[in-house]
Each structure stands twice: as C-alpha cells, then as structure tokens.
C-alpha cells in the first residue's frame, strides 16, 4: 500500500475511533440522566448494555419546563418544512406521546420507511430517534455514515428481509405478551424500514406504544422513552 492510501486509511480509523467514542459518551451521558425510568423489561438481546436499548433517553423538553406545548399541527409545519430539504421523502405519520412527538419519514417511491425523527414538545426541535433508527438502518442509519466516511458508498438494500412482516407481527406480538400478560394485545402493520421493522400496539383496545423487530435477526427493541400516548395523524393520503 502506497503511503497516501495508507494515510488516509490511518485518518478514517482515526474519525471512526473518534465518532464512536463521541457516541459511547453522548449514551453514557443519557444513561446518568435517566436513572428515574422504569421502562417494561422484556426479552434480553446482545445489545442489552446499550442504553438506548431501554429507553435511557430524555428528549429535550422534558424535564420541568415553562415553556408553552406546541400543538400536533404546529409540530407537522415544522416536520414538512424539515422534511422539504430531501427530494422523494415525506412524513407519513405524527405520533403525540406525553415526552415527544414521534414522526417517520418514508421514500415516495418505494413507499418504504426511511427514518424515524423526535421532536421536542416544547422547543420543536428535530432530532433522529435513538434505537433501531440509528443503529439497525442500512441505508440511512449510523452504519451508512460510518461507512460514508470511509469512502465506501455501497449500501445494502434488503428489499427481501429473512423476517418477513407477517413473522415481525408474531414476534413482537409473543413480546409484548411477555410485558404485558394478561392484557388484550393487538399489533398492528409494521412499517417496513432499510433492515427491521416498527409496529404500533393498543392494550385493550388502546394505543400504547411501538418497538421494532429487526428484519434479519427477529431481535426486538422496545421504544420505551416516548411516555403515554396522546394521539396521533396519518398523513399518507392527504
């Protein structure tokens, strides 16, 4: 290897090393200041020490604040005019949760979810969701941006995942039966994203959250740092 490649390869393991360290305490940091939760444990998976993986995550806003809470179309404004910077993506749907909203972006062409987005109740402020968003999306997740940096621009498109969506609904449907015995469950259809899938549930007939099944492993990952369920907009035919 010449010596410029073998200097640029040193500089991009060197930013990689740099990105992941800044991640490790970004999550530690959310970790010391989310002690207080007390998310529904389920399913242990390899992931388990990340943070994330429980929810150990505080949206800006939702600590004590005086501020006045922006309504669910004030929120959709802000995400159109957010979203408007991408050709070929749009919002799909608005989630109002208790801590958050909740949002996903999808591809109008494929009609397949691109990433999900938390937005701050109070500030309005847009931010990528943690949990599977980053870290199990193959084309606009963690991975891609690591791999972006490298100079590597091939993705992985699995258009056919080895869990199908009918077998998503079975898997977080025994999970959620785990977490909640007892109670009537109903999951409904997932949205299907670039490597695992988000399905929405009620508990006796209500909405109550989502959590995400990874299309490659069946793993589930619980999205626990939303709070209570307000209401939400399904945006697809507007």
């Given at each position: 290897m010449s010596n410029p490649n073998r200097r640029f390869l040193i500089i991009g393991i060197v930013l990689i090393s740099l990105l992941i360290i800044s991640v490790s305490i970004v999550l530690w940091i959310n970790t010391v200041a989310a002690q207080t939760s007390n998310p529904p444990y389920g399913m242990m998976n390899w992931w388990q020490g990340c943070p994330m993986h429980y929810g150990l995550y505080q949206p800006r806003g939702y600590s004590q604040n005086t501020q006045e809470r922006l309504s669910i179309y004030d929120v959709r404004e802000k995400l159109e005019a957010y979203i408007s910077r991408w050709r070929g993506l749009?919002?799909?749907?608005?989630?109002?949760?208790?801590?958050?909203?909740?949002?996903?972006?999808?591809?109008?062409?494929?009609?397949?979810?691109?990433?999900?987005?938390?937005?701050?109740?109070?500030?309005?402020?847009?931010?990528?969701?943690?949990?599977?968003?980053?870290?199990?999306?193959?084309?606009?997740?963690?991975?891609?941006?690591?791999?972006?940096?490298?100079?590597?621009?091939?993705?992985?498109?699995?258009?056919?995942?080895?869990?199908?969506?009918?077998?998503?609904?079975?898997?977080?449907?025994?999970?959620?039966s785990q977490v909640f015995p007892g109670r009537e469950i109903d999951v409904e259809k997932p949205t299907i994203f670039y490597g695992y899938y988000t399905l929405d549930y009620k508990l006796d007939g209500v909405v109550h959250g989502m959590l995400s099944v990874n299309g490659f492993s069946g793993d589930v990952w619980y999205h626990s740092w939303h709070g209570d369920f307000i209401q939400e907009i399904e945006l697809m035919e507007d």
């Open positions: 749009s919002i799909i749907e608005i989630m109002e949760f208790s801590n958050n909203f909740y949002a996903i972006a999808a591809e109008d062409e494929t009609g397949w979810g691109a990433f999900e987005l938390i937005i701050d109740p109070y500030t309005g402020v847009i931010s990528p969701e943690p949990g599977p968003n980053m870290m199990w999306n193959l084309k606009y997740g963690m991975h891609n941006r690591m791999q972006g940096m490298m100079g590597q621009w091939t993705f992985a498109y699995p258009y056919e995942m080895p869990v199908s969506s009918e077998e998503a609904v079975k898997i977080a449907y025994k999970y959620l």
